[in-house]
């Protein structure tokens, strides 16, 4: 379970977290929406441990993140992965390199048992046919792809997706969408998304939060956020122009 | 308080939050580079990406290192050998040339060549992967970015920048003797005889540890700046900058220990 208590943080005196309080459970698909610049991507990272809150506590399965020491912070991190929205792919390794370098360097695993899994999981995502390929000769939506193979190779028992669909064709879209789920349903992987894309967050969620100028504004499953009476929830959701978010 | 007051108040509290700032930053490049000392027990097995490292400040800078010490080498030359000849001392421009470039234009020129070359690309090419993501994610994967990417510069900038010095100062002595041979009239053999008096043991070795150092501190200060850019493009760019710059001035201030322990009055 992933908890989050009273969590604040501010970048330079801007507050951008504003005392955040959630329970993410173990197994669930838990989805965070909100405009952009509301603090969700500041969110994942504090789960992630990349960045500390100003005050506040993380717990991963009852452990501390924040404050915690290098080897505390590696040892839960071991159990998680984050797919980025830029794919974070080195650009002097292959497409296949990449996805199996946290096996080599962590020296899990023989060569040829890391060759069979990194081609599993390139297949899995359809890109068995670029794992020869830099970076910089794939499509963005195929960086993405290639980051959660990178992510997946290691079996993380969560999972954090900044913005998993986005730049993606309808298509590949839904594909990982059902892959996501997949993580779900077979391996019984907690997954905390964050998104802009509605489809996504109804199919996927199991629960959505919904963040606004940096506090949790509701919380529910997809069903209570679709009917949501809050205006601005409801002007959110259904991407309304008229209501109390101002577009500037 | 008045308006002066609140100036002199204001300029107080920037000047002690940049000190406080460039103090910071040079305890996390002590650390950083400390730490990278600490990950050479994986030489071994990082060693191709030490090699590809060592090829980018050996082999890629080749050219401009050529044609720098050469063009140096024929300067010196030109310029001590007309003094020279006045004293008809021009015979022992080899002895002179040889002095001055084994004791300090070769490591000074390879860290000021390494500089350009290679600290501004260890600081770019690692602040572009911290603004994109990357080292985070070399982090979450529990991958150390000081034991994947700052261990195997340092390293290969600690073995490459001897040899560039040396090789700075063969080519050096190359330019010099083609202008003591043209334009001065000494002969080869005389000019070769004179430049191996010129060659102390001590100039060497003290040679050999002040490029080591400079190449310690070009990569370590580097690969700092790199870490700690923000801010996209410009953060990228700005950094390349003052890694330039505080690089620079580390290799003269330490280039000035070194050669005081060494050759200072006692």
């Known amino acids: ?248 | 308080m008045s308006k002066f007051l609140r100036y002199i108040n204001n300029l107080l509290a920037g000047t002690g939050a940049g000190l406080i700032a460039k103090i910071r930053f040079t305890g996390f490049t002590m650390l950083l580079l400390l730490s990278a000392i600490g990950y050479m027990k994986n030489f071994w097995g990082k060693r191709h990406d030490i090699i590809l490292q060592m090829y980018n400040a050996g082999v890629k800078t080749f050219p401009v290192v050529s044609v720098v010490a050469l063009f140096t080498g024929m300067i010196l030359s030109l310029q001590f050998g007309v003094e020279m000849r006045v004293f008809q001392q021009q015979n022992l421009i080899g002895h002179a040339i040889m002095v001055i470039l084994t004791r300090e234009m070769g490591p000074f020129m390879s860290g000021i060549i390494l500089i350009a070359s290679m600290g501004a690309a260890i600081a770019a090419e690692i602040g572009t992967m911290k603004v994109s993501e990357e080292i985070d994610a070399l982090e979450l994967m529990s991958i150390s970015p000081v034991k994947f990417l700052v261990m195997p510069r340092v390293a290969a900038m600690m073995i490459m920048t001897p040899i560039v010095s040396v090789y700075i100062i063969f080519m050096g002595s190359l330019g010099a003797a083609l202008i003591a041979n043209t334009q001065l009239g000494v002969p080869y053999n005389i000019y070769y005889f004179n430049a191996m008096k010129g060659l102390h043991m001590k100039a060497i070795y003290v040679g050999v540890i002040k490029s080591c150092i400079f190449g310690l501190l070009i990569s370590a200060v580097s690969c700092a700046y790199g870490l700690k850019a923000g801010n996209g493009a410009l953060g990228v760019g700005k950094g390349t900058r003052n890694s330039v710059v505080a690089s620079f001035i580390l290799v003269l201030i330490s280039g000035y220990i070194i050669t005081s322990i060494f050759y200072g009055q006692k």
Request: net charge positive; glycine share 8%; proline share 4%.
């Open chain 1, 1 to 248: 379970m992933i908890e989050l208590i009273d969590i604040c943080k501010s970048f330079n005196g801007v507050p951008v977290l504003k005392n955040i309080s959630l329970k993410i459970r173990t197994g669930e698909i838990f989805v965070i929406i909100g405009m952009s610049g509301t603090g969700k991507t500041v969110t994942l990272r504090n789960i992630s441990g990349l960045e500390d809150p100003d005050s506040g506590e993380i717990l991963v399965n009852g452990t501390r993140m924040n404050g915690a020491s290098q080897s505390v912070k590696k040892k839960l991190r071991s159990m998680m992965g984050m797919v980025f929205q830029s794919g974070a792919l080195l650009n002097w390794l292959t497409v296949g390199q990449n996805v199996a370098l946290p096996l080599v360097e962590n020296k899990k695993l023989p060569q040829d048992k890391i060759d069979e899994t990194v081609m599993e999981k390139l297949k899995l995502l359809g890109l068995n046919q670029a794992s020869g390929k830099m970076p910089s000769e794939i499509s963005g939506g195929m960086k993405k792809r290639a980051c959660l193979a990178r992510v997946l190779v290691r079996n993380p028992d969560i999972i954090l997706y900044d913005e998993p669909t986005s730049g993606l064709d309808p298509v590949m879209s839904s594909h990982i969408n059902v892959l996501i789920k997949k993580m779900q349903t077979d391996f019984g992987v907690t997954s905390v998304v964050v998104t802009h894309d509605m489809e996504s967050a109804y199919f996927l969620a199991d629960r959505i939060a919904v963040l606004y100028k940096g506090e949790i504004l509701q919380c529910g499953t997809p069903a209570e956020i679709k009917e949501s009476s809050n205006p601005v929830v409801a002007q959110f959701v259904n991407g309304r122009i008229d209501g109390p978010i101002a577009v500037n």
